[in-house]
């Protein structure tokens, strides 16, 4: 057809393979969304691309998209651009399931938004509210949820009494339950958050056992009243509010992929956002009509500069807007 002038053109995120299914890394690269195709050329003769553990400096270089490791800066891109990751802050009152047997809000009226089949990461109390992602990669959701995994998570909780710094310095110390000793990784009471009859506290751990958080500061003499999930390794919840749901941004899709990749490492870090956030402000359940999904902010770009500046606006491989729909 070219004699005819006619040239069929490939667009930007559209990967050419070689018969044995490898594809130009700067193609591969804009793909996955990490940048424009010719910013991708940059970050590779720049050194800031390794393949397999190996910094890949030639444009002319192909992967294999379903078997090679790649990285900017640090940060592992996910190749498989089917593959999808959601944050949703979960209301009180909804269980972390996808069908309830009981009837009870389930994470159905969230899910239900997107074409894909998702799957929670672990779960979260009923009555407790926050942080909780959702994703169809099945392979990843099962190495974060095992607890062999270790991942740090950070709560914020208001608690009955006045919490004093030799409570806190016992939670660090560690406290016995039932079933075994279990100490924080770390602990603080936030600013203004001790008061006569309550206190606010943040603690971070990486235990996965059940109501892990409820039990050790009942066991220091300070029930949860409210309790909220804001990060999760290197996720926060930001600015993200009760009952909405967002897709992860290339540069937070890569801080998480490379926490499950090196085991754990990292989990304090963080894509994006803030902690600290009041439980009182998620007192009560989000309407229960559905919530679009937001696009989110994007990643800072910590530890993958090539990332930054690209927003969460769902997967554009696929067809898909913000809301999920084509």
Known sequence: MAAYGWHREVSETTPVFNDDGRVRLQKALATAGVASRRACETLITSGRVEVNGKVQRELGSRINPDTDTVRVDGVVVQMDVSKRYFVLNKPRGVVSTMHDEDGRPDLREFTEQVEDRLYNVGRLDTDTSGL???????????????????????YVAKVRGRMTPQTIQRLRDGVELKDGPIRVDRAKLLPGGAGASHSLIEVTLHSGRNRIVRRMLAEVGHPVEELVRRQFGPLNLGTLRVGEMRELSPGERGALLSAADDGGAGGSGGAAGESGQDPARDRGSASRGRVPVTGGRPGDGKGARGMRGIAAKGNPHNGRGKNGSR
């Open 132 to 154: 909780l992602i959702l994703t169809n990669d099945g392979e990843l959701a099962h190495k974060l949820a095992h607890p062999s995994f270790g991942v740090q998570k950070t």
